[in-house]
């Protein structure tokens, strides 16, 4: 299992960016998939979950009505679209999943069991 997250960089407060998570090793029609991010002294969080056999998402309410995530089959690919972005969304996002999950909600409160590398996303002015 491979997850490769891209996308992340630098963006004014209000402004924003759309992560990538491309999956190899496995599609993405049955596990659920996320989003997490850790931010400097911070715990690692939830921020977005898909369950890809249904397309049933899961947000957290701190980024409710701002993130929005979504698949494309074809890619086996995986995108996180932030909006509105805050100073405190500034953190290392990270895509993850657990082959043997298939809900978003639970994969989002029980915790992935294979991760990709991070990508730095910092929202500043």
């Known amino acids: 299992v491979q997850l490769q997250a891209s996308g992340g960089g630098l963006v004014k407060p209000g402004g924003s960016l759309r992560l990538s998570c491309a999956a190899s090793?496995?599609?993405?029609?049955?596990?659920?998939i996320g989003w997490f991010r850790q931010a400097p002294g911070k715990e690692r969080e939830a921020v977005s979950c898909?369950?890809?056999?249904?397309?049933?998402?899961y947000y957290p309410d701190f980024v409710k009505g701002r993130f929005t995530i979504s698949r494309d089959k074809t890619k086996n690919t995986v995108y996180l679209q932030m909006d509105n972005l805050r100073p405190e969304d500034t953190a290392v996002y990270y895509c993850?999943?657990?082959?043997?999950?298939?809900?978003?909600?639970?994969?989002?409160?029980?915790?992935?069991?294979?991760w990709g590398q991070g990508t730095l996303v910092t929202v500043s002015s």
């Open positions: 993850a999943t657990d082959r043997g999950q298939a809900s978003s909600y639970a994969l989002c409160h029980r915790g992935p069991t294979d």
């Open positions: 090793g496995f599609t993405l029609n049955r596990p659920a």
């Open positions: 898909l369950s890809t056999n249904n397309d049933i998402a």
